[in-house]
C-alpha cells in the first residue's frame, strides 16, 4: 500500500476523488490533508478522520517523511511550485493540469522528479471516458486516413475563470488536439479577448491556430455562452468524424454515415470518480515500474510550449510564432 498526501482539498474532492481511495483493491491510500482554507480542510477531517491535517505547505512537507505520493489540486497558479517543492521532498508526484505555464518551469519539475527518480504524472481524467477512447480507437484503427484538420471547442456557460479561460481550460483543449494530430506542432497563431495588453490574463474567449505537418489545427474557447459544448472533431482523406460531447458522428469513405449517441460525454470530468481511478491506478503503476517513467506525461511539454506562446502570439497582432 502506497501512502500519500492531498493538497489542496476543494470544494468536489468529496465526490472525484476521495471515492478513489476507498475503492476495493485499491492500493493507494490518504494519510494526510494540505489545505489552506480551514473549512475545506475541517471537511476533509470530516470525512477522512484517520488523516493528518494541515494548513501550511511547509509545515506539512517537513512531517511528511513516511509518505510515498502527493496529489495537488491547488489553484493552478501555484501548482508548478507546489508540485517541485514536494519532489524536493522526495514524494511522487499526480498534478492536475495545468500545473506550469512555462518551458523553464517544465524542465526544472522534470529535472528534479529525474534527479530523485521520482514519477510526475499529469492528471488527464477525460482520456479514461467512453467517448474518448472510441475517438482514439477510430483514429488508431486508420478510419480517416491521412489528417489533414483537426479541431477542439470549449464552450462554457459561467463567468470568466480567475485568470481567464486560456489559462483555465487551453492545456485540456490543447492536449486533446495534440492527441488528435499525432504529431509534434510547428507554429502557433493565437488571438485573445480582451488582448493581453488591455486585460492581462483575463482573456473571456480565445481562438488559436495550430500549425501541424500537413495539417492545421483549431481551437476555440469562450465563456458566458449559452449552453455548454466541449467538441472534437478530426477529418482526413477517407473521412471524419466529430464528437459533440454525447453525440458522434462518422463519416467515412464507402461507408453509410453513422450518428451513435454515447451514454456519457466529454464534461463533468472533475466529477467523474472512475475517471480519476483509471488515471491514479496507471500513476500508481509508474511508481511500481510498471509502466515506464514519464509516460503519464503524454503531451505536456507540447501543452506548456503553446500555452507560453500564446500570449506572446496574441501581443504581436496574432502572428504565427514558430515552436
Not at 514536494?86 to 498534478?95: G, I, M, S
Given at each position: 500500500m502506497l501512502k500519500g498526501a492531498i493538497i489542496g482539498f476543494a470544494d468536489d474532492a468529496a465526490g472525484s476523488l476521495l471515492p478513489v481511495f476507498s475503492r476495493p483493491g485499491t492500493e493507494l491510500a490518504v494519510s494526510?490533508?494540505?489545505?489552506?482554507?480551514?473549512a475545506l480542510l475541517a471537511e476533509a477531517g470530516r470525512l477522512l478522520p484517520g488523516a493528518a491535517l494541515y494548513r501550511g505547505l511547509e509545515?506539512?512537507?517537513?512531517?511528511?517523511g513516511s509518505l510515498d505520493f502527493a496529489v495537488v489540486r491547488v489553484p493552478a497558479g501555484k501548482r508548478?511550485?507546489?508540485?517541485?517543492?514536494?519532489?524536493?521532498?522526495?514524494?511522487?508526484?499526480?498534478?492536475?493540469?495545468p500545473f506550469c505555464f512555462s518551458t523553464a518551469e517544465f524542465e526544472a519539475l522534470r529535472a528534479e522528479a529525474d534527479k530523485n527518480e521520482l514519477v510526475l504524472f499529469s492528471l488527464?481524467?477525460?482520456?479514461?471516458?467512453?467517448?474518448?477512447?472510441?475517438?482514439?480507437k477510430a483514429l488508431t484503427g486508420g478510419l480517416l486516413g491521412t489528417l489533414n484538420y483537426a479541431e477542439v471547442q470549449v464552450l462554457e456557460r459561467g463567468p470568466v475563470p480567475a485568470g481567464g479561460v486560456t489559462a483555465?481550460?487551453?492545456?485540456?483543449?490543447?492536449?486533446?488536439?495534440?492527441?488528435?494530430?499525432?504529431?509534434?506542432?510547428?507554429a502557433l497563431a493565437a488571438r485573445l479577448s480582451p488582448k493581453p495588453a488591455d486585460a492581462p490574463s483575463a482573456d473571456g474567449t480565445a481562438a488559436f491556430q495550430v500549425h501541424f505537418g500537413g495539417?492545421?489545427?483549431?481551437?476555440?474557447?469562450?465563456?458566458?455562452?449559452h449552453a455548454p459544448l466541449l467538441r472534437v472533431a478530426a477529418h482526413g482523406d477517407k473521412g471524419r468524424l466529430e464528437l459533440d460531447d454525447k453525440t458522434l458522428r462518422l463519416n467515412i469513405k464507402d461507408l453509410l454515415p453513422e450518428t451513435v449517441e454515447l451514454k456519457r460525454?466529454?464534461?463533468?470530468?472533475q466529477q467523474r470518480a472512475d475517471w480519476n481511478a483509471a488515471e491514479l491506478e496507471n500513476f500508481r503503476k509508474e511508481i511500481a515500474k510498471e509502466l515506464p517513467r514519464g509516460s503519464g506525461l503524454r503531451n505536456s511539454r507540447y501543452c506548456v510550449k503553446?500555452?507560453?506562446?500564446?500570449?506572446?502570439?496574441?501581443?504581436?497582432?496574432?502572428?504565427a510564432v514558430p515552436l
Open positions: 494526510a490533508v494540505c489545505e489552506e482554507d480551514p509545515d506539512f512537507l517537513s512531517k511528511c508548478c511550485k507546489t508540485a517541485l517543492r514536494a519532489l524536493e521532498n522526495r514524494l511522487h508526484v499526480a498534478c492536475e493540469t488527464q481524467p477525460w482520456e479514461r471516458s467512453a467517448a474518448w477512447l472510441t475517438v482514439e483555465a481550460f487551453g492545456w485540456r483543449a490543447f492536449a486533446m488536439l495534440l492527441a488528435v494530430a499525432r504529431r509534434p506542432p510547428l495539417a492545421d489545427g483549431f481551437v476555440r474557447l469562450a465563456c458566458g455562452c460525454g466529454l464534461s463533468g470530468f503553446l500555452l507560453r506562446n500564446a500570449l506572446y502570439s496574441a501581443g504581436v497582432n496574432s502572428a
